[in-house]
């Protein structure tokens, strides 16, 4: 390697003795493996060398032991945060859709209840994205008729009239318990 490779990391450009290269600033791989080149190759400090790529002397370090372990593939930006649904596993959403098609009308909080007793630590949330995922929400319905558009705007309206006329109806959380189950 020349001592008159030189990388600008203001124009993304790599210049040495017969031409320069244009390095994209999108390219994370590129401008590590050149970082590791400079630092390895050409006896430059490695603090000022890592910081000129906008990284600290330890990643610097990271960096080499991947690319000594893996290549230039294990300079590629990895996915930060969990690599898989920790809770959510197949199995656990294989027994949440297992009790939607058992029992269609089962809400979601019993089927937390269900899963929670058969070991499975989930939290509500999950499966309410697990029923989303597979897009089967049930569609609320209205146990009475809309009110005319008026009363809906013109609240004061509504005093006028008694009490009762005004509320909306106790929506039904579980269903009747019907004889012979």
Excluded: W
């Excluded at 401008?31 to 000129?52: T, Y």
């Excluded at 596993?89 to 019993?110: C, G, I, K, M």
């Excluded at 209840?113 to 939290?123: G, M, N, P, V, Y």
Aim: net charge positive; hydrophobic share 30%; charged share 25%.
């Amino acid at each position: 390697m020349n001592a008159n490779l030189h990388f600008d990391p203001a124009t993304y450009q790599l210049t040495g003795p017969a031409g320069s290269l244009s390095i994209p600033p999108t390219d994370q791989q590129a401008h590590r493996f050149l970082m590791l080149m400079e630092g390895e190759c050409l006896q430059a400090n490695i603090s000022d060398v890592a910081q000129k790529y906008g990284y600290c002397r330890q990643r610097y370090y990271q960096l080499l032991k991947d690319f000594a372990h893996g290549g230039l593939p294990a300079l590629l930006p990895r996915k930060t945060g969990p690599q898989s649904p920790y809770r959510r596993t197949d199995q656990a959403v294989r027994q949440v859709l297992r009790y939607l098609f058992l029992d269609s009308e089962a809400s979601p909080e019993v089927i937390t209840q269900k899963l929670r007793q058969t070991h499975f630590q989930i939290s509500l949330r999950s499966v309410h994205r697990i029923i989303a995922d597979y897009g089967l929400q049930k569609k609320t319905l209205r146990s009475e008729p809309q009110k005319p558009a008026a009363h809906r705007r013109h609240p004061a309206r509504c005093q006028t009239r008694p009490q009762r006329a005004c509320r909306r109806p106790q929506r039904r959380t579980r269903r009747p318990p019907t004889p012979g189950r």
